[in-house]
């Protein structure tokens, strides 16, 4: 048996948690703080993101959907509110802070990173994944979902999905059962050598959109003395006009602003310092990538 947290997301009685918290489990149910426990079913998940959306049947005035805050105007220092069942203590409650906005992570089995994850001091331990991170108003501003430690408890680093991405992905979960992202087709980057700006393109998806479109990644076999691959592959510095400083900002922007089917225009420097503008096609991102 297993144990996560969750919240209502709305009055029709649909539930938010983890991927990770359901995606084993042969039957779910739903304990209230009243104490009732209702059956669930799985409505639809996402393994890139870590959320899951559950359906109840209950009673919409008997359900009290949370308030959603805005996961961009955050602050690092402001107060972060957790509540979950840590190691099965139902209905805890904990404090701290948000240690820093902008992490990225990848999240249980993805290939995929996730963008502009909360880091927070606020106690999460088994159990908690799933529930949600509230502001001093007790909005939530982020879905609890990693902690980083060696002995199972926690280090006083935990990570939170933020809610403007399950924004984006809840809705569609509801209505269609899965989540569908735009690809570029890079299976590797990294930021720009220092001094300079931009997403440097290392590896690229065989016959994948950024292939296709012209594209060119590192040469592997060239290195900088510490080892790191720095040699060749082109530079991204924009997209779509829109300035690209690193890495995760090219990530962003394809999360935030596009969809499969979409052409962009991406703004490089290729090796040698020629520049060059390059279109792209935007395809379904792939379920794993080989």
Request: net charge negative; glycine share 12%; hydrophobic share 40%.
């Amino acid at each position: 048996n297993g144990q996560g947290s969750g919240f209502v997301w709305d009055d029709a009685g649909h539930i938010v948690t983890n991927r990770h918290v359901v995606v084993d489990a042969e039957r779910i149910t739903v304990v209230f703080s009243d104490g009732s426990d209702i059956k669930a079913e799985v409505v639809g998940w996402d393994e890139d993101s870590d959320l899951a959306v559950l359906k109840i049947e209950r009673d919409a005035e008997l359900l009290k959907p949370v308030s959603l805050g805005d996961s961009n105007e955050i602050r690092v220092g402001q107060i972060a509110i957790t509540i979950g069942n840590p190691f099965g203590q139902e209905f805890s409650t904990t404090t701290g802070i948000v240690s820093a906005i902008g992490r990225t992570i990848r999240t249980s089995d993805s290939h995929f990173s996730l963008p502009k994850v909360i880091q927070t001091d606020a106690p999460m331990n088994p159990g908690n994944s799933g529930g949600p991170l509230l502001d001093r108003r007790g909005r939530v501003i982020g879905i609890d979902a990693q902690i980083i430690t060696r002995s199972g408890s926690n280090t006083g680093i935990g990570f939170a999905i933020p809610i403007n991405i399950a924004k984006q992905i809840v809705p569609v979960l509801i209505s269609d059962g899965a989540f569908t992202y735009s690809w570029l087709g890079i299976r590797e980057l990294m930021n720009a050598p220092a001094g300079t700006r931009g997403a440097q393109v290392i590896a690229l998806a065989e016959e994948g959109p950024a292939q296709q479109a012209g594209l060119v990644g590192s040469d592997k076999n060239k290195r900088t003395d510490e080892g790191s691959i720095r040699y060749g592959g082109d530079v991204i510095t924009a997209i779509d006009e829109q300035v690209i400083v690193s890495m995760n900002d090219l990530i962003i922007y394809l999360m935030e602003n596009t969809k499969p089917g979409d052409t962009v225009t991406m703004s490089v420097v290729r090796d040698g310092g020629d520049s060059a503008q390059i279109e792209v096609t935007l395809e379904a991102r792939p379920q794993t990538v080989g």
